[in-house]
């Protein structure tokens, strides 16, 4: 019994490792399981991907259709990049500091919608300085400014121009702080 029950554990790891197995969910979707990760597949065919990379550390996760305009995409660690879309002008902190990025597409349905981009980083250090700068960005750029101080440790600046907004968060500790952009757009 217990070869049998090896054999079967061995097949089994044998599977998910040569990206050879599919599972149903039984709402007639599907699980495709393979070496670079995980896509899921709904009962309307709209598919979700998990792409894990051990070699360089990094992960992606993109709901819903990437053809059509219509995925959400994060990227954690070494496949987190800066939009193309995300404006140029804006200051940002060197690319080893970027945590974690996001696209998410205004939704068809939504008149009020917008697209979004959301830069994450991890700094060590003091945060004024970057305090000073984006609000000095924002005001030297015509946005219309609103500033939110939730105790010493978490500032937000939230800039409104047009359709356009920009959103700057700054949460801290002694050593490090998070600093987290949201632009959205048309």
Request: with cysteine; aromatic share 6%.
């Amino acid at each position: 019994m217990n070869i049998l029950r090896s054999f079967m554990c061995f097949l089994a790891v044998m599977l998910l490792l040569t990206g050879c197995i599919s599972i149903p969910t039984g709402d007639g979707g599907k699980i495709k399981l393979g070496k670079g990760g995980v896509e899921i597949e709904g009962e309307d065919g709209e598919k979700s991907t998990i792409d894990i990379d051990s070699d360089d550390g990094g992960v992606s996760v993109t709901t819903g259709q990437d053809g059509d305009g219509t995925a959400v995409t994060i990227n954690m660690g070494s496949h987190a990049e800066i939009p193309d879309e995300f404006p140029q002008d804006i200051s940002l902190p060197a690319k080893e500091f970027l945590v974690m990025t996001s696209i998410s597409p205004k939704d068809r349905d939504d008149e009020y919608g917008r697209n979004s981009i959301t830069l994450s980083y991890q700094i060590e250090g003091e945060f004024i300085g970057s305090l000073e700068m984006y609000d000095k960005y924002l005001v030297d750029n015509g946005y219309e400014v609103e500033k939110m101080e939730i105790g010493p440790m978490m500032h937000t600046m939230i800039g409104t121009k047009g359709e356009t907004s920009l959103s700057i968060s700054i949460i801290s500790d002694e050593a490090s702080y998070l600093l987290q952009i949201i632009y959205l757009y048309d």
